[in-house]
């Protein structure tokens, strides 16, 4: 069974940094990805960014793209998504997800994400001056 838990989540102001993390158990397949997404109230899901599991491929979406980096360690199962400069429009519950063995995951970019078979909670991300 997997199981996925993120953290990190919290209260900023604009420009400054935050770390999710997300710790996965059970999660052995190697042909998948990880990603993250996110969903501001009384919005569409968006996905942010994701990672293969095995080459380490990332991709981002354009309103997130060389603020935020995804990364992976795989010791720790766990996937971090570093986000610098936030903005307010970043202010959102942001989710962890991971899809089993599929050569298309990356193929599907990030509107992808949303649809992988395993995700968390959510933590929340607030950015206001």
């Known amino acids: 069974q997997v199981q996925v838990a993120e953290s990190g989540g919290g209260s900023v102001q604009p420009g400054e940094s935050l770390r999710l993390s997300c710790v996965t158990s059970?999660?052995?397949?190697?042909?998948?990805?990880m990603g993250w997404f996110r969903q501001a109230r009384g919005q569409e899901r968006e996905g942010v960014a994701l990672?293969?599991?095995?080459?380490?491929?990332?991709t981002y979406a354009d309103s997130v793209k060389g603020r935020f980096t995804i990364s992976r360690d795989k010791d720790k199962n766990t996937l971090y998504l570093e986000m610098n400069d936030l903005k307010p429009e970043d202010t959102a519950m942001y989710y962890c997800?991971?899809?089993?063995?599929?050569?298309?995951?990356?193929?599907?970019?990030?509107?992808?994400?949303?649809?992988?078979?395993?995700r968390g909670q959510g933590t929340q991300v607030t950015v206001s001056a």
């Open positions: 997800a991971a899809s089993p063995p599929d050569p298309n995951c990356v193929k599907g970019g990030t509107s992808g994400i949303m649809k992988y078979s395993w």
């Open positions: 990672m293969t599991f095995q080459t380490k491929i990332t």
């Open positions: 059970g999660y052995t397949y190697t042909g998948g990805c």
